[in-house]
């Protein structure tokens, strides 16, 4: 047993020290550690290399994918702001069907407002919407409506986008008030002046 305290490179088999048996691993680790001084500070930096690349790989990934979610995501400014493009320009029947699409009366009734006349539209009537909106347009098909001013206010479910327009009749104060319905802004109010 005294043999075992006091051997430092030896092995012990059954209890007993046999210092003719040196062990080969400690033995290897021994050398290195004295013949390399630093050795322990190159592994740790090598490790902490790798490490860092680890991470900088999974950082990347991450700022990759949150630029990539960014890009997919339209904000509901966006969405306003892509109705207003709708709304303005050239008069055509794409332009129609483009701005057209923000309506659908049979979720969210639709009243316009011309001039002080009202007239609504909901699940009964939906379907004249497109013709009453072809033909109001005729008279200004093929001419240009510019935007001289805009106001877009969003507040949570509703926003309303306040246009001042120029058109070959003359300027219009418009009015859009929308509400958003399963994550889609429909129009409810259209209030020409």
């Known amino acids: 047993m005294s043999n075992c305290r006091t051997a430092t490179r030896s092995r012990c088999h ?3 020290l046999t210092s003719e048996s040196p062990s080969p691993f400690r033995e290897t680790i021994e050398q ?3 013949e390399q001084p630093g050795t322990g500070f190159a592994l740790f930096s090598l490790a902490m290399r790798r490490t860092g690349i680890h ?3 999974i950082l990347s990934l991450v700022v990759g994918t949150a630029a990539a979610v960014d890009a997919a995501v339209v904000t509901d400014r966006e969405r306003m702001e892509a109705f ?3 709304v303005t ?3 055509s029947s794409r332009r129609i069907d483009s701005a057209l699409q923000y309506a659908d009366p049979t979720r969210v009734s639709m009243d316009l407002v011309h001039h002080g006349r009202r007239h609504r539209y909901n699940d009964r009537n939906a379907s004249k919407l497109q013709a009453d909106a072809r033909e109001a347009l005729a008279p200004l098909a093929g001419s240009h409506v510019s935007l001289l001013q805009e106001d877009i206010h969003l507040d949570g479910e509703s926003a309303r986008i306040a246009l001042r327009l120029r058109t070959p009749e003359g300027f219009a104060n418009t009015v ?3 509400r958003r319905e399963n994550d889609e802004w429909l129009l409810r109010r259209v209030t020409v002046n």
């Open 14 to 16: 059954n209890d007993t």
């Open 32 to 34: 290195s550690t004295i």
């Open 55 to 57: 991470l900088l790989v």
């Open 84 to 86: 207003v493009e709708a």
């Open 89 to 91: 320009g050239e008069v």
């Open 176 to 178: 859009f008030d929308l």
